[in-house]
């Protein structure tokens, strides 16, 4: 089973930043193709905000270019740093994973079940 787990979400003021994490982890050896952010503000569709490949090749929603980054390490952890953040940046934040178990011929997309951000003063 394969499981991405989210974490650093929370209650900032306008102006502030986080930092979210998010965590791969399987019964099997495997290895990641990529990652990628979403978030989900109240009343909206789910949204894109950025992604990495496992070479490091970045993209970005053009509102968020200037203000998040994101970035991988060896440990399989993805993370996006935000700045600046905004009363609009509030949503429930989602990593997703393309991956590929070693028993299977081709990669993945998992989910994790996403983390609350909080902007307002």
């Known amino acids: 089973q394969v499981h991405l787990v989210e974490s650093g979400g929370g209650l900032v003021q306008p102006g502030g930043s986080l930092r979210l994490s998010c965590t791969a982890s399987?019964?099997?050896?495997?290895?990641?193709?990529?990652w990628a952010w979403y978030r989900q503000a109240p009343g909206k569709e789910r949204e894109w905000v950025a992604r990495i490949t496992a070479g490091g090749i970045t993209d970005y929603a053009a509102q968020m270019k200037d203000r998040f980054t994101v970035s991988s390490d060896d440990s399989n952890t993805a993370y996006l740093q935000m700045d600046d953040l905004k009363p609009e940046d509030t949503a429930v934040y989602y990593c997703?994973?393309?991956?590929?178990?070693?028993?299977?011929?081709?990669?993945?997309?998992?989910w994790g079940k996403g983390t609350l951000v909080t902007v307002s003063s």
């Open positions: 997703s994973g393309n991956l590929r178990v070693v028993t299977e011929a081709y990669g993945k997309d998992y």
């Open positions: 399987a019964g099997s050896l495997f290895s990641m193709n990529s």
